[in-house]
C-alpha cells in the first residue's frame, strides 16, 4: 500500500481524487492548512484518525511527514448511488476488521454472482495489497462501497426497494429456507461480535446459518 507522507502530498492528491484508505493526523497538530486538509477528507469521505507522533513515525520511518501519513487504497471505492440502482444483490459488512476475511468475502460475492459489497468507513478493514491478494483476483471485478453509517445505508437501501436480511446466529429461519426478494442486501456481522443491534433494528428478516 502507498504511503503518502506531508500535507502538500496528501492535500493534493485528495485535490486529484486519488483513493485513500485513511488519512493519520498526529494528536496536537493544528494550523488552517491542516483543518483545510481534515474537512477535505470528509469531503472526500477519506476516515481522519489522530495517532500519537511516535505511532506516524513508525509508520513512515525517517520521512517528513509533518505529523501528516495517507495510505493509498489499493483499488478505488465506488459510491452507493452507483451501484444500488440496477443491483440485485448486495453484500454489506457491519465492521469485518480482518483484511484477509474481506478478501475472502469479496471473492465469495463475486463467485455468488453479487453486485457489490458494501463496508463502513470506521472500525473496518479497508482495500489493501493483503485484501487484494485475499481476494485471488476477484477484486478487479467486484465493486466496493464505502459508507459513513451503516443505519442510514441501510434505510436508503430500503427506500430504493431492497428487502434486508441479517445473518445471526439466533435468527428464525435458516439461510437456505427463505424465499429472498428480487432486490436484496445480506448483511454480516464482525469477527466475534456479529452484527451490531442498532444495525438488527433495520433487518427484515434475520436469517440463520445451521450448525451440527
Known sequence: MAILAGIHP???????GRALDRVLIAKGAGGPRLQELIELCRAHRVPV??????AIDRAAPGSSHQGVLAFGAAHGYVSLEDVMHGARMLVLLDGVEDPHNL???IRTVNAAGADAVVIPERR??????TVAK???GA???TSVVRIGNVSQALEKLKQSGFWIY????RGRQAYDAVEYAERAVLVLGAEGKGLHEHVKKHCDVLVRIPMA
Open 103 to 105: 478478501g475472502a468475502v
Open 139 to 141: 477484486i478487479e471485478y
Open 124 to 129: 473496518a478493514a479497508g482495500l489493501t495489497d
Open 49 to 54: 484518525r489522530f495517532e500519537t507522533r511516535d
Open 10 to 16: 496528501v492535500f493534493e492528491a485528495l485535490k486529484a
Open 166 to 169: 441479517g445473518l445471526d446466529e
Open 134 to 136: 485475499a481476494s485471488a
